[in-house]
């Protein structure tokens, strides 16, 4: 699984949090270093993506990702705070979103969907 979200505090939380379900992942900071992360490593079960980041936002990173076939199969959360979640989970085609505070029980039900 990948971690992709420009807020470290968040990112180590759902670390601690996942790992401690046993769940292996790795980290980004936006959409650029996650694309670069996927090009050179094994294809993760599953994207967890924040839709607020710099250089590179959840838009913009959907957007190349899918312009690689290999990618674009890779089921993406959406990871978000903001209040037109459902508007951007259909426009994107998101496998699932999650509204932040991530509420933990529906974050462990989503990652296990994907990474069982």
Same mark, same amino acid.
């Given at each position: =699984? $990948?971690? &992709?979200?420009?807020?470290? #505090?968040?990112?180590?939380?759902?670390?601690?949090? @996942?790992?401690? %379900?046993?769940? $292996?992942?790795? %980290?980004?900071?936006?959409?650029?270093?996650? $694309?670069?992360? @996927?090009?050179?490593? !094994?294809? !993760?079960?599953? +994207?967890?993506?924040?839709? *607020? /980041?710099? !250089? =590179? *936002?959840?838009?913009?990173? /959907?957007? %190349? /990702?899918?312009?690689?076939?290999?990618?674009? %199969? +890779?089921?993406?959360?959406?990871?978000? #705070?903001?209040?037109? +979640?459902?508007?951007?989970?259909? =426009?994107?085609?998101? #496998?699932?979103?999650?509204?932040? !505070?991530?509420?933990?029980?529906? $974050?462990?039900? &989503?990652?296990?969907?994907?990474?069982?």
């Amino acid at each position: =699984m $990948l971690v &992709v979200d420009d807020d470290l #505090a968040l990112r180590e939380a759902l670390r601690d949090s @996942l790992t401690d %379900e046993g769940y $292996l992942l790795a %980290e980004a900071s936006d959409g650029t270093a996650a $694309l670069a992360y @996927l090009r050179a490593n !094994p294809r !993760p079960a599953l +994207i967890l993506l924040d839709w *607020n /980041m710099a !250089p =590179m *936002n959840g838009a913009q990173f /959907m957007s %190349e /990702m899918v312009k690689d076939p290999v990618l674009a %199969e +890779i089921p993406v959360v959406l990871l978000t #705070a903001d209040a037109r +979640i459902r508007e951007k989970t259909l =426009m994107y085609r998101f #496998a699932a979103s999650l509204k932040k !505070p991530v509420d933990l029980d529906a $974050l462990f039900a &989503v990652v296990g969907r994907y990474c069982a």
